[in-house]
């Protein structure tokens, strides 16, 4: 049976990445002959209400394109919300989050659409994270390390680029809008005893500083996972 994928893009003042992203998502899908495919491209304002022409880029990338959707927030809008609400537009039956800011290597996109059916869900891990700084090395392990600790399933990653079936999603859907709303729908599903497949994805040194590092994101992230092992406790 074809397979039907919508395709999240969250993009937050990535105008010197966004392009590159959205050729490299598109040459995938044709690689890999999946031809009933959306790409939800969801932009906003940065919190000063201002953006830097991402917007503008995607618009004229939907213009010739019309697998690509331009979705923008006229406010500022986290992930986890951006995340949420486009989850709720998809219109294909499997689900997958790829990052604007072009640092996943578009290279390992078609071995992940390949695995797409094999499971209830495609989970993928980075396999060449020594293209990071060590100190975002440090806290990618540490964070991984510790939710294998508090939730007992023992993954490689928590925050890749998954596969999903929409259907599951909506059901799973993240009520953190930090960064991490990933390992939160990873939780959830895994806990719903979800089966998955593993793939190795490659990623590529990203133009501008991430906005996953700051202080801010720091306490969110700790925050959210603390109030998600209190409530799954409690089922």
């Not at 290597?105 to 293209?131: C, H, L, W």
């Not at 023992?154 to 259907?167: D, Q, S």
Request: aromatic share 8%.
């Amino acid at each position: 049976m074809p397979i039907s994928l919508s395709i999240i893009v969250p993009a937050l003042n990535e105008a010197r990445n966004i392009e590159a992203a959205i050729a490299g998502i598109v040459h995938s899908l044709d690689e890999s002959g999946i031809i009933d495919a959306e790409i939800l491209v969801m932009t906003c304002l940065d919190r000063n209400g201002q953006h830097d022409g991402t917007v503008d880029i995607v618009k004229r990338l939907s213009e010739a394109d019309q697998r690509i959707r331009s979705i923008h927030e006229n406010g500022y809008q986290k992930l986890g919300e951006k995340f949420r609400n486009a989850v709720r537009l998809a219109a294909k039956e499997y689900v997958i989050m790829i990052p604007g800011d072009n640092e996943n290597d578009p290279s390992s996109f078609p071995e992940i659409f390949r695995q797409i059916g094999k499971a209830d869900m495609v989970v993928s891990y980075t396999s060449n994270p020594e293209v990071r700084s060590l100190y975002r090395r440090f806290l990618s392990r540490t964070y991984t390390l510790a939710l294998n600790l508090f939730f007992w399933h023992g993954m490689p990653y928590y925050n890749g680029i998954n596969v999903y079936r929409t259907a599951d999603l909506r059901e799973a859907l993240p009520e953190t809008d930090s960064f991490a709303y990933a390992a939160e729908i990873l939780v959830k599903l895994l806990n719903k005893k979800h089966s998955y497949v593993v793939v190795p994805i490659r990623i590529q040194p990203r133009v501008g500083e991430t906005k996953a590092l700051g202080w801010n994101s720091f306490r969110s992230v700790i925050a959210a996972i603390l109030r998600l092992r209190a409530r799954l406790g409690r089922e």
